[in-house]
């Protein structure tokens, strides 16, 4: 049975469902028009001031759901008319100020934006530069921070608010890590789907049997669909048309070997590689820290991995990414890759497809996964690379002193970044995650509460192939060119 954390992600479904329902049965363009109201039916509201904002929020969600402004590279949008009822002003003062004679408050702001009246404090509003070293000094922790949500998500800073109170992303900032889609009570920011390129591609396969539409499952699988085994969600993801299902942990090993033996070949050079399969972390290292990019690995990630060897092993084969992640749309947009993956959905969108097609996954057969070794399917939690790395150089006895430094989310990763940029990182190997557990937290998971790590690596104890070598037996990586560039 799925269950959902809030309206804001029941309703995301609903539409996503909606669009994939209707472009299954060749009637969206049609009855595109009657899908706010099947979503929002009324009359009464169930979250706004009236059925009619519902309605229009709805049309707008449905956009996204089918692509949005394609013109636009970016991934993620604020939907305006959603984008209301958070307070602009970061800090203020509340009922537990004292009027204490220190004025602590006042003495600590840089900008002279606190003055006292009849002995209690305020902040002028036009002064302050929301720096919080008032709320620092208080001594009554009198001073609330009311920091809009997704603009605390934001790491990348790159959200703002215009003079309508309205959310702005600034789009040379974003690393498309979509934490603001996941923190913003009122759903107003969400990512296009590309659910209805999917739909047709998996049409058109049916007549084409020059067309093998393969789903490519990210490992963070393990931790999504709890009410059906993994092996009864790639029964279930066949019954929508996809030719087979493989894993992305094949990719992640050949990853691992490649990466292992690039660290190997360069760390003398560049005394510090970081990993390259967080797309939002790489995004975060070339906006940030431009200085560091020629030291990103040089290997590509798990999801090109793997869809180059599809296509080297089938010429007639299509590739559909499915996993958590909002990054990775924009990283199949990114020019030198656009050839090699062709369609990203989440598991989000992969839900709703499932729904659509009416699917039962608790009374699907049971179907098989099982091509990829423990170490390729722990990429999907934080460490999980650096483990899968540390084990190919013991494996394959490279000779490295490798020092890895592992960073779970971007506040972590920023750090590391700045020591490296002024040379004083204890370290020669970055593990970059975007998003604070890795990927099993990718905000286009099910379900975005705390997730168990133990899950991921039961997943991994399930593999046929305990180690690397293993699992690439059959494969011959001469022939797959990992390189990025």
């Known amino acids: 049975?799925?269950?959902?954390?809030?309206?804001?992600?029941?309703?995301?479904?609903?539409?996503?469902?909606?669009?994939?329902?209707?472009?299954?049965?060749?009637?969206?363009?049609?009855?595109?028009?009657?899908?706010?109201?099947?979503v929002d039916p009324g009359p009464e509201p169930r979250t706004r001031c009236c059925i009619y904002k519902e309605r229009e929020i709805t049309k707008d969600r449905v956009?996204?759901?089918?692509?949005?402004?394609?013109?636009?590279?970016?991934?993620?949008?604020?939907?305006?008319?959603?984008?209301?009822?958070?307070?602009?002003?970061?800090?203020?003062?509340?009922?537990?100020?004292?009027?204490?004679?220190?004025?602590?408050?006042?003495?600590?702001?840089?900008?002279?934006?606190?003055?006292?009246?009849?002995?209690?404090?305020?902040?002028?509003?036009?002064?302050?530069?929301?720096?919080?070293?008032?709320?620092?000094?208080?001594?009554?922790?009198?001073?609330?921070?009311?920091?809009?949500?997704?603009?605390?998500?934001?790491?990348?800073?790159?959200?703002?608010f215009d003079d309508r109170r309205k959310a702005v992303i600034d789009d040379e900032k974003c690393i498309q890590c979509g934490a603001c889609i996941t923190q913003c009570p009122f759903g107003a920011i969400m990512d296009k789907s590309y659910i209805t390129d999917v739909v047709s591609i998996l049409k058109e396969s049916k007549e084409n049997k020059d067309i093998h539409v393969y789903a490519a499952i990210a490992p963070a699988i393990a931790n999504q669909f709890t009410y059906a085994s993994i092996e009864q969600v790639i029964c279930g993801v066949k019954k929508l048309g996809f030719?087979?299902?493989?894993?992305?942990?094949?990719?992640?090993?050949?990853?691992?070997?490649?990466?292992?033996k690039e660290v190997a070949d360069t760390i003398g050079e560049k005394k510090l590689v970081t990993t390259s399969c967080c797309p939002a972390f790489v995004s975060y290292v070339k906006k940030n820290y431009p200085k560091l990019?020629?030291?990103?690995?040089?290997?590509?990630?798990?999801?090109?991995?793997?869809?180059?060897?599809?296509?080297?092993r089938?010429?007639?084969?299509?590739?559909?990414?499915?996993?958590?992640?909002?990054?990775?749309?924009?990283?199949?947009?990114?020019?030198?890759?656009?050839?090699?993956?062709?369609?990203?959905?989440?598991?989000?969108?992969?839900?709703?497809?499932?729904?659509?097609?009416?699917?039962?996954?608790?009374?699907c057969n049971i179907g098989e996964l099982n091509n990829a070794s423990y170490y390729g399917r722990i990429f999907a939690r934080s460490g999980g690379v650096t483990e899968a790395v540390?084990?190919?150089?013991?494996?394959?006895?490279?000779?490295?002193?490798?020092?890895?430094?592992?960073?779970?989310?971007?506040?972590?990763?920023?750090?590391?970044?700045?020591?490296?940029?002024?040379?004083?990182?204890n370290g020669n190997f970055i593990e970059g995650m975007a998003c604070e557990g890795g990927c099993i937290a990718g905000p286009a998971s099910l379900n975005h509460g705390p997730k168990d790590k133990k899950e991921v690596d039961k997943y991994g104890e399930l593999a046929f192939e305990e180690d690397i070598e293993g699992s690439l037996k059959k494969i011959e990586l001469k022939d797959i060119n990992l390189d990025r560039k």
């Open 293 to 312: 990019e020629d030291k990103i690995s040089n290997t590509v990630s798990p999801m090109i991995a793997i869809s180059r060897l599809i296509k080297a």
């Open 63 to 160: 956009k996204l759901a089918m692509g949005g402004n394609r013109e636009n590279k970016s991934i993620i949008e604020v939907i305006d008319v959603a984008c209301d009822e958070c307070p602009i002003n970061r800090f203020f003062i509340t009922e537990a100020c004292r009027g204490c004679l220190a004025h602590r408050c006042s003495e600590a702001c840089p900008r002279g934006a606190i003055y006292h009246v009849g002995g209690r404090a305020y902040i002028n509003q036009e002064k302050c530069i929301e720096c919080g070293r008032c709320k620092e000094a208080c001594p009554y922790n009198a001073i609330a921070d009311v920091m809009r949500p997704c603009r605390r998500a934001c790491s990348a800073g790159a959200i703002s």
């Open 1 to 38: 049975m799925r269950k959902f954390e809030s309206d804001v992600h029941l309703i995301k479904y609903e539409v996503l469902r909606e669009v994939a329902r209707l472009a299954m049965e060749g009637t969206l363009k049609e009855k595109i028009d009657i899908i706010p109201y099947i």
């Open 243 to 260: 030719y087979d299902v493989v894993e992305v942990a094949l990719g992640a090993d050949m990853v691992a070997l490649h990466e292992a």
């Open 314 to 363: 089938d010429p007639k084969a299509k590739v559909v990414f499915i996993g958590p992640c909002v990054a990775k749309k924009a990283e199949a947009l990114e020019e030198e890759l656009k050839d090699d993956i062709d369609y990203v959905l989440t598991f989000e969108e992969l839900a709703a497809m499932l729904d659509a097609l009416e699917v039962d996954l608790e009374n």
């Open 390 to 425: 540390e084990h190919v150089v013991e494996a394959e006895k490279i000779d490295i002193d490798l020092k890895p430094v592992k960073c779970n989310g971007i506040k972590e990763c920023d750090r590391a970044l700045k020591m490296a940029n002024v040379n004083r990182l």
